[in-house]
């Protein structure tokens, strides 16, 4: 079984469950989770984690993301992007800097109301299966945190925009919050996932191409192993008298640490660090642990032991 995480880039007309079964298929394994759900006329990075790696997909999910969107001002659609249904259109007489001024005021934390074509349950439907049933349901906002947007280019009624939010932040929305702050509309013409985390549009695979490196036998070589993916984390090998608590998946004291270092490979004391990788002293990866203040030792949060 392959154990780690492939940057897949998503293509347009796939859901991120079709760009699974594919790969469950082309790799001829089970154990495959995605991280977080791109539309089907999205396109871009879709980290997709494999057999062990799969306890990593709610971390994944949590991480920030960035987007290369396009904004089209004028119009407002059921489904906040223009796949759906013009419910109005509007003329677009604002000028570049109102647009400017608009875009850039959601910079920072707010609430958003997610979108009826969403695939977010309510009491156990998807909303997205309602909408398509013709009923509309009350939403309650959530908490989201927009940390950076760039206008990449504006030609009005047309605006392409680099944004950079927390998970659960959803650009379709804030495409049509747009529009309604300037009073002309807005929906998304399109949608590119530039970032995940480390994971970047310019480093990922196509399906084909993953199957041609299964053909050729270099699909190893893609794959990011899970403790790679906590590459800014410091990290600790505990002496090998120890490693069955590792083994069993238990605390451990600083005591029974061999050596630690920084993400940069530095000696360093890693006693009151929220989070770092565990290695035993033959460098074989356990998890993340995290240091409880409270009971001065060191608690597993997540662990990847891969059994022998």
Request: hydrophobic share 35%.
């Amino acid at each position: 079984m392959i154990n780690g995480v492939i940057n897949v880039y998503k293509e347009k007309g796939y859901t991120s469950h079709d760009v699974v079964a594919k790969l469950r298929g082309i790799l001829k394994q089970k154990k495959i989770g995605h991280t977080g759900t791109l539309d089907p006329d999205a396109v871009g990075v879709l980290p997709v984690c494999l057999g062990n790696a799969t306890k990593l997909c709610d971390m994944l999910t949590d991480q920030n993301k960035e987007y290369i969107a396009e904004l089209l001002l004028g119009y407002e659609t059921d489904t906040q992007d223009m796949t759906g249904t013009i419910l109005r259109q509007f003329d677009v007489s604002v000028s570049e800097e109102q647009v400017r001024e608009a875009i850039l005021s959601f910079v920072g934390k707010s609430e958003q109301i997610p979108p009826m074509y969403s695939a977010l349950k309510v009491n156990g439907k998807k909303l997205y299966e309602l909408a398509r049933a013709g009923i509309e349901v009350e939403r309650k906002a959530r908490p989201i945190e927009i940390t950076e947007i760039e206008i990449e280019e504006m030609n009005l009624p047309l605006v392409r925009m680099r944004v950079v939010c927390s998970k659960g932040t959803y650009i379709r929305t804030l495409c049509h919050d747009i529009g309604t702050k300037l009073g002309c509309g807005g929906a998304m013409e399109s949608l590119k996932r530039s970032r995940v985390g480390q994971f970047k549009v310019q480093d990922a695979f196509t399906l084909s191409q993953i199957e041609n490196f299964r053909d050729e036998g270099t699909v190893l070589e893609k794959i990011v192993k899970v403790d790679e993916v906590f590459s800014e984390y410091p990290s600790c090998k505990i002496k090998n008298q120890w490693k069955k608590l590792l083994e069993n998946g238990n605390a451990f004291y600083n005591e029974q640490i061999a050596e630690s270092f920084d993400s940069e490979g530095n000696p360093v004391s890693v006693c009151g660090q929220l989070q770092l990788k565990v290695y035993d002293e033959d460098g074989r990866f356990y998890g993340i642990y995290g240091f409880s203040n409270e009971k001065n030792r060191f608690e597993p949060v997540k662990m990847f032991l891969e059994k022998e």
